[in-house]
């Protein structure tokens, strides 16, 4: 499906940070699932996974605006009322229905890729879940009151703060590790090879490691 949204509302959470709300008309996806983005007057396009549940009124996504980047630069700019073409949902980053229902679910994130975490969150809200994120610093941390403050676990890897000192694969290297649980790793490939080598080596099966690589 492909069809032009208005921007509803901007949340910026920091600099470096925004939540575009838009409008959804009669889109539908799973969460975790993705849409490519573009302007209307340009064909460049980049992917977003789909921050806001299945079954909010609107959709949401999270950006990074990346130094240099071609896209988030323009991105950035944009305000409510203004037009972003939606072509999708892409993907296959979905939950299994039936994992849902019985299984401890895992989610490893770096920065923004929180994206897909919240949208699975949202959309089950009695989901068995534990969220990991990693963040450089403790002001990277976004919209935290979206989780249960008992599931979510940051790990900082810059600066002494209340949380967890280090990155997601020292704390996965240091704790104990569920091997009845599903695992889902997002954000920056290198991070997802990483905790995929941990997981692996500390004996989660490889079925049970669900990956999205970002960039
Ligand atoms: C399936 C999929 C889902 C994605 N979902 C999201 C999402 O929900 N939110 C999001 O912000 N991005 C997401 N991305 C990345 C996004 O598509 C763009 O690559 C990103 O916004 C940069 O675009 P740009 O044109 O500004 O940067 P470019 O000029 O294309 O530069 C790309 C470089 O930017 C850096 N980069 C790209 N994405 C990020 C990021 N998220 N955080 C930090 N550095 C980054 C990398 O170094 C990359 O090599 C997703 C990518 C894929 C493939």
Redesign the pocket.
Known sequence: MKFTATVLHKRILNPETIVLQLTKGGFQFKAGQ?LVLSFPDDKTS????I?SGENEDFLE????I?P??????RIATVNVGDSLVIDGPH?FFILNPEEVLYKKHVFVAS??GI?PFSSYIKTYPTLDYQLLHGIRMVDEAIEPQRYAPDKLVFCVSRGVTDHFSGRVTNYLTQTSIDLQAIYYLCG?SAMINDVSDILEQKGVPVKNIRT????
């Open positions: 993705y980049r992917e977003y996974s921050y996504v999270l950006i990074k990346v240099k980047g071609a896209f988030t630069n993907g920065g923004t994206s920056n999205e690589a970002f960039f």
